[in-house]
């Protein structure tokens, strides 16, 4: 594995280079799955550990309320997972935001909302056809998990670019970890993030930003065109826009955690 020569550039396929330690002033943003929660087999069984909602609270009264959760949960589901922290967030790839004051903020459009409905009964008839496909069905986007049937990721994202074919211009579709998710094309991560960053106590601060997914790559360019850090979480085996890489989630939390000391 090679590190990558120059602390701000991109990192490609084999290179690594670890993050600094995290600035106390800094905006902080953090997905979730596969960032500060190990992945589970489906998405109701994973686990928080115990210290994380407290470290969670620690981090954000650090910088005075400048940290957000950016998942592609609902809020509800964040809310119940890290309780009783309950700050800012954005869920659904910011189609539901949470400010810092507690305000709420929805951006599903209509146009969306009807082309989610033309593929939710075809991506239901496919879920359930007994093989351990799972539907997550978010209200405002539609996500497909095949990680009970691996072999099956030819055959599902030949499927989900058929259907995006007739819904593409009002939705986009975003091949994950083993899930393919299709979402309103006006939402991403990235500008979740410049939305909080135009408002206190996020306002000024340099951003940080930590996912492990393709849809964090939208957050990692805007934080990156912003002057800030991203860091990728994994195995170096994906380019990514991020400009700094933690291995797993227990080194994200360990990096948290040092920053996080009361």
């Known amino acids: 594995m090679k590190c990558a020569t120059h602390k701000d550039a991109s ?9 600094p330690p995290l600035d106390a002033q800094a905006a902080l943003f953090l997905d979730v799955d596969g960032t500060l929660l190990e992945i589970a087999p489906r998405p109701e069984l994973v686990q928080v550990p ?3 909602p407290a470290l969670i609270s620690r981090l954000s009264l650090q910088r005075e309320g400048a940290l957000a959760l950016v998942s592609g949960r609902p809020l509800a589901q964040l809310d119940g997972l890290f309780q009783p922290w309950q700050g800012a967030a954005a869920g659904l790839h910011g189609l539901e935001r949470r400010r810092a004051d507690g305000t709420l903020d929805r951006l599903l459009d209509s146009s969306s909302a009807a082309a989610l409905d033309i593929l939710r009964p075809k991506l239901t ?3 359930a ?3 351990g496909l799972v539907l997550e069905d978010k ?3 539609l ?3 095949y990680r009970a049937a691996p072999q099956r990721e030819p055959e599902i994202r030949a499927v989900a670019e058929r259907l995006n074919g007739k819904t593409a211009s009002v939705l986009r579709l975003i091949t994950g970890k083993m899930v393919v998710e299709f979402q309103p094309r006006s939402l991403n991560k990235g500008r979740a993030i410049a939305a909080f960053l135009a408002e206190p106590p996020f306002t000024g601060r340099r951003p940080t930003f930590i996912g492990d997914d393709t849809t964090d790559e939208d957050g990692f360019a805007e934080v990156r ?3 800030g850090i991203a860091v990728r979480v994994g195995p170096p085996d994906v380019a990514t826009a991020a400009n700094h890489r933690l291995p797993t989630v227990g080194a994200v939390l360990a ?4 920053s996080g000391l009361p």
């Not at 990096?255 to 040092?258: D, K, S």
């Open 255 to 258: 990096w948290l955690a040092r």
């Open 129 to 131: 056809d007994g093989t």
């Open 50 to 52: 115990q210290d994380l």
């Open 125 to 127: 008839a496919l879920a």
């Open 225 to 227: 065109r912003r002057g």
């Open 11 to 19: 990192l490609t396929v084999g290179e690594s280079s670890a993050p």
């Open 139 to 141: 209200g405002g986007t």
């Open 143 to 145: 996500a497909l998990h």
